[in-house]
């Protein structure tokens, strides 16, 4: 039986030891928290289908949909999410939104 390594580092350790993993993964801490922020505001079907994207240091945030025609129903949203996300206290300077395929 092999002795566990006592100097062994979780994941989380390396990664706040790492100053652009840190970075990265607190900008997708923060983009996940939006996206929990705003499913409320969304009629249940397109709030479901949702997935949060990037978030850049400018502030500005990527909604990936699966489909066109999501993609143009949840455009009809964004000034109300705008809204609600400066209200929770999470603004952003744009929300982008995109097509990709989804799990």
């Known amino acids: 039986m092999t ?9 989380h350790e390396i990664i706040d030891q790492t100053p652009g993993l840190a970075r990265l993964c607190a900008l997708a801490r923060q983009s996940q928290a939006r996206l929990q922020a705003i499913r409320p505001h ?25 489909s066109a025609p999501f993609a143009s129903k949840l455009r009809q ?13 999470l603004p952003v300077t744009k929300i982008s939104i995109k097509v990709a395929a989804l799990p």
């Open 3 to 11: 002795q566990p390594n006592r100097n062994a580092q979780t994941l």
């Open 42 to 66: 969304l009629p249940a079907g397109l709030a479901d289908a949702l997935h949060a994207g990037g978030l850049d240091e400018a502030g500005q945030w990527t909604l990936l949909v699966p």
């Open 77 to 89: 949203f964004v000034p109300q999410l705008e809204r609600a996300l400066q209200e929770a206290n």
